[in-house]
């Protein structure tokens, strides 16, 4: 079931119709089943997998909690931690290991077998089982307790607005909720649907049609310089909408429900810098990394080298997080010689340091089109699978080009840039000035300058999704990690 389906829009209001008339208790029960049964509606036996997981982490986190000593203790917590990343890896990235093992004995002249298993990836598997893990290292080190209802620990895991692509949230910040009966307030109500209206828009009228676009040209065998990176600059605006757009419905769609989640972007196209871009882009992941991996590798305590170590290893991680492919993992270690290099190319280039004011200025603006020519450079990694063609790609000569391919490539970034510009331009612009904010321009949430933006907001979405929407729609992008 997807978000931008009628499908699911009938599912949630349907959810939405008798949760609020349910107590503390009933409510997150009923939340529980209505998320399994979002989770299994094309697959049903993805809710054995999560149930299982969701009993064994309770049971552990439960268990560590209650245990008389360290080593019981440390037994539950490796427990956990084991399963979990089992689980992550038994389904995701089994497959490419015994795919580059076998690549690695044909290579010194052994011919083993051929292994031909194929195991179906559940959806969201990378996003609850993170989720999981978290949970039990905050249970494991005292930063949160563990949670005694089994209903309020599958809701935590479970729950469907952010099951499939996230964001991954903290135990701290969401269990707390679930704890607490939820009201029907039309403040939430009203933001939660514009919110939801919102992210529909991004994914149905920027996303989808940009991703036509990038579609086009990445099917060609050999597109020449300006048309490829007209497709990946295509592919960029698709991206951050396909993914914003979803994050904002699983946030629009949580908080008519009476949960908040955390944000997950904030404007990252307007980066001064790649480490800005990573503060700004998929936040909770960026965050879950910082504190899981990061962190526990040693961080900047010891600096120097073992700072960009830790820093490199940690994007690494991240790249092949998002993918059992050698594209992802060089994904991961292009941005992370970005970031670990950064420091030393801003002490070289004065003018590559953010600017200590927050007035606009020239160098700023060359600050923010450095930044997002290499983010972009990083999406041809992240877009192209075939190593072999990612090669080729990036040593294409633009001289070689035609004055008609570029005038093709120009026109492709054009169109893309029209599409995003809601999202690239408009929205910033909007939260910058507080027009859409409780308490900015348009006065407090109660005011009547307040309800009539959010009400022009949302019939724009409406009226733009509608006009605008591309006819042929793709699944969310995050859904395959």
Known sequence: MVFQSIEYLLFLAAVLAFYFWLPGRGQNGFLVLASYVFYGWVHPWYVVLIVSVTLMDWICANGMEDSSTPQRKRAFFITAITVNLAVLGGFKYFGFFVENFTAALSA???????????????????????????????????????????????????????????????????????????????????AGGVQLLWGLFQKVAIADNAALLADKVFSLGDPSFPILWG????????????????????????????IE???????????????????????????????????????????????????????????????????????GAFHGLLVVS????????????PSSTAKPSLSGVGRILLTVTLMHVGWLFFREHSLAMLMHQLTLNPLHASAAEWRMGVALALESIFYGFPLLVVFPLLDRFGVLRPGGACGGAASWKWSLAQGLAAAACVYGAVSLRCEAGADFIYFQF
């Open 108 to 190: 010194i002249g052994l011919m083993p077998a051929p292994l031909l298993l194929k195991i179906a990836l559940p959806a969201g598997i990378s996003f609850f089982t993170f989720q999981s893990v978290s949970y039990a290292v905050d249970v494991y080190q005292g930063r949160t307790k563990a949670c005694r209802s089994l209903i309020d620990y599958a809701a935590f895991v479970c729950f469907f607005p952010q099951l499939v692509a996230g964001p991954i949230e903290r135990a701290a910040h969401m269990i707390p909720q679930y704890q607490t009966r939820r009201l029907a307030h039309w403040d939430h109500l009203r």
């Open 231 to 258: 497709g990946v600059i295509a592919f960029g605006v698709q991206i951050y909408a396909d993914f914003s757009g979803y994050t904002s419905m699983a946030r629009g769609s949580a908080r008519l429900l009476g």
């Open 261 to 331: 989640l955390c944000a997950n972007f904030r404007h990252p196209y307007l980066s001064e810098s790649p480490p800005e871009f990573w503060r700004r882009w998929h936040i909770s992941l960026s965050t879950w990394f910082r504190d899981y991996v990061y962190i526990p590798l040693g961080g900047s305590r010891q600096g120097g080298w073992f700072w960009a170590r830790n820093l490199f290893l940690t994007f690494l991680l991240s790249g092949f997080w998002h993918g059992a492919e050698w594209n992802y993992v060089l994904w």
């Open 342 to 353: 950064w420091p030393t190319l801003t002490g070289r280039l004065p003018w590559l340091a």
